[in-house]
Structures are given as structure tokens and as C-alpha cells.
């Protein structure tokens, strides 16, 4: 059977980005027709400035939207990356295993360590390990597919040259996986800034929709959403990013391609309504689960505390596998 594993980071609080570009797919699609595990990558959260106490909070909140989008337990494993230790000796594994050349490469350690520089704050060196553990994250499980957003795919590229390397190295080991991607919306864009993604940690955030905004505000960034001169919607993302992102957010939330649906509509305003509509209509019962759900953190905590057990059970082997493979002595 196909593996699949998947997560979101929590530094933030979950957007439309996510849901379109990942987390849709795996509940509708990806928990249905294969073996797949679902991770909050917490540690993965540490390699920025972080507050403990908002890291924790936002770990729990990450969990239960994955299960109020639907995220099934009886179908696949939700957990939380920290509870399987496994990840972390694996990691260090593959930073022996990456060069330095190709994780100063990554571009969204350039765009992220840039960024904190210009702002006066120091990069952890962890930002530049980061593919090496998220690559661990991967090949623990010997995944085949790794359903992501665009933003992640040179992730999961340099995930399958470091697998190549080290089967070629120390004997076959891990799966070779590769990325798989949603049909559309597969690159959010910010509403306020439509060359950019809608990040969980934009300045602002009038650009973002968050999965757990109340139906007026999500509704009213997106009536407020930037869009392009003139005045003719048509799908065009190089000349009308804007327009092209709402055309592609209306298009995941129903039927029709951006392209079909950009003829349907003679005004920007008549689009901003439909496309607010659609996603307050698409969210609606994703927030009245969560309520539910946040009001039985037991529940939450069951699923996670199992979700882990099954993890560590596949990643164990694994990882005691590349150990031995890389020539350290095995214990006892
Ligand atoms: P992150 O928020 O970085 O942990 O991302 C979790 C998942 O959501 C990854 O698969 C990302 O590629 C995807 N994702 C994040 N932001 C967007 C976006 N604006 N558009 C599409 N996918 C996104
Ligand atoms: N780096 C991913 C992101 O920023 C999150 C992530 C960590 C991930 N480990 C993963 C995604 C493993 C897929 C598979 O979105």
C-alpha cells in the first residue's frame, strides 16, 4: 500500500493556504487510498523565534483542526512530531549526510535567514538543518508520497537526492519519495500582496485568511482583497495576480477551472462576493467542529497519545535500520 506522510508547522494559526494546498487533499483524498500519517511538526516550529507557551497552544489547535477538517483516526495517524523521538536521531543521520552547500541553497532558508537578519534578529541554526529534519520526517516511514503545497517541493527534492545518497552510500535503506501537489490552489496567494504566498505569519494579517476567523472577517478580507487595474476578469497570473488568486480560490472551493470561471464574471466586485461566500461556506463546518472538538481536549489528547504510538511502531525499524547501516554500533 502507498505511504504518505504530510505536516504543517505550528508557528501560526492555520490559513486558507493550508487547507487548500494540503489539508484538503489529505482528507478527502490521501487518508482514503493509502497508509497515511499526518504530523504537527512542532520541532520544526523551534527554528524561528518562538514563545513557548504560544507553541504549545498552537501545537493542541493544529491537532484538533486536523481533525475537525476531517482528518479521520480510524483511517490514518495524527500526531505530534515531538512525541516520536525517532525523528530526531534520524536527522542527524541526514545532516551527515547533506552538504552545507545544498542546505545554504534551500530558498526558504535564503528568504527566511534574510529576512531575520534585516530585522536585527539572529538565524538559529537549526533554519539550516531544517530540510535534513524534515527529510527525516519522511524517510522514517518509508513514504512514497508527500502531498504539499508548492512552497515545499524543493524540500522533498532534496529529501529524495539525500535518500539516494545514503542507499547509494551505506546500502539500500529508504524509500525514494516524491511530491505530489493539489490540482489547484496549490500557491495562495496574500490578498493584500498577491505576489507573495499567504504565509501563517505575514505582517499584517488583512492578506490572510485564517481557518478559524469568524465568517464577517474572513468574508471582509477577501471583499477588501488587492486586485489589478482595469477592469476585465480574466485568468492571468503573471498580469493579474490579484484576480488570478481569487479565480483560483473560487475554483478549489467548487467546480470549474479559474479559466472557465474568469468568463463567467464581468466585474471585480461580483467575484470578490462569490469567492467570499464560497470560502465562508467551505469553512463553516470546519469551525463548528473545532468548537466541538476544543471543548473535549481528552478526546484530542487520545488521538495524539495513540497517533504516536502507531508512528514510533513504523519509524523504529527504520531508523534502527539506517543506524546500523551507517555504522554505529548497535546496542546490546
Ligand atoms: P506550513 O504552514 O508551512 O507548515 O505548511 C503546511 C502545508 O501547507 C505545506 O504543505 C505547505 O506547502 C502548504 N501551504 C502553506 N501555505 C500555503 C499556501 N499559501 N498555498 C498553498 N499551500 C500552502
Ligand atoms: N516544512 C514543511 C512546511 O513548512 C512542514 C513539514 C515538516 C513537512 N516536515 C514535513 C511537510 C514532512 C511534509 C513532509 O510546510
Not at 504518505?4 to 490559513?15: D, Q, Y
Not at 527529510?135 to 504539499?148: F, G, H, N, S, W
Not at 524540500?155 to 535503506?173: I, P, S
Not at 464574471?265 to 469567492?275: H, I, N, P, R, V
Request: glycine share 8%.
Amino acid at each position: 500500500m502507498t505511504r504518505i506522510f504530510s505536516g504543517v508547522k505550528p508557528t501560526g494559526h492555520l490559513t486558507l493556504g493550508n487547507y487548500l494546498g494540503a489539508v484538503r487533499g489529505w482528507v478527502e483524498v490521501d487518508q482514503h487510498r493509502a497508509d497515511a500519517l499526518f504530523s504537527v511538526v512542532d520541532l520544526h516550529a523551534l527554528t524561528v523565534e518562538h514563545d513557548p507557551a504560544r507553541v504549545r497552544r498552537l501545537s493542541r489547535q493544529a491537532a484538533t483542526l486536523l481533525l475537525a477538517a476531517g482528518l479521520d483516526p480510524a483511517l490514518c495517524t495524527v500526531f505530534v512530531q515531538s512525541h516520536v523521538d525517532e525523528h530526531a536521531r534520524l536527522s542527524y543521520l541526514l545532516e551527515c549526510t547533506a552538504t552545507d552547500g545544498e542546505l545554504r541553497r534551500m530558498i526558504q532558508y535564503k528568504e527566511k535567514s534574510a529576512r531575520a537578519l534585516a530585522s536585527g534578529e539572529s538565524v538559529r541554526f537549526s533554519l539550516l538543518s531544517y530540510p535534513a529534519l524534515m527529510a527525516a520526517d519522511i524517510l522514517a516511514y518509508r513514504t512514497d508520497e508527500v502531498p504539499v503545497g508548492d512552497d515545499q517541493t524543493q524540500h522533498v527534492e532534496l529529501t529524495r537526492d539525500l535518500a539516494v545518497r545514503f542507499n547509494q552510500r551505506y546500502g539500500h535503506t529508504f524509500v525514494v519519495p516524491r511530491a505530489t501537489r493539489p490540482p489547484v490552489a496549490a500557491r495562495v496567494m496574500d490578498l493584500q500582496d498577491p505576489m507573495s504566498k499567504m504565509g501563517k505569519s505575514h505582517e499584517s494579517g488583512a492578506g490572510i485568511v485564517y481557518l478559524l476567523d469568524d465568517a464577517d472577517v474572513a468574508r471582509k478580507k477577501i471583499m477588501r482583497a488587492v486586485t489589478d487595474s482595469g477592469q476585465e476578469v480574466a485568468y492571468d497570473p503573471e498580469a493579474k495576480p490579484g484576480v488570478a488568486n481569487l479565480l483560483e480560490i473560487l475554483a478549489a472551493c467548487g467546480t470549474g477551472s479559474p479559466d472557465e470561471l474568469a468568463g463567467m464574471y464581468d466585474s471585480y466586485g461580483a467575484l470578490k462576493k462569490d469567492t467570499a461566500e464560497a470560502v465562508v461556506e467551505l469553512l463553516r463546518p470546519l469551525r463548528e467542529r473545532h468548537a466541538a472538538l476544543a471543548a473535549d481536549p481528552g478526546y484530542v489528547d487520545g488521538v495524539l497519545k495513540e497517533g504516536a504510538e502507531r508512528a514510533r511502531g513504523m519509524a523504529r525499524p527504520v531508523v534502527d535500520a539506517a543506524y546500523r547501516a551507517i555504522g554505529l554500533l548497535p546496542a546490546g
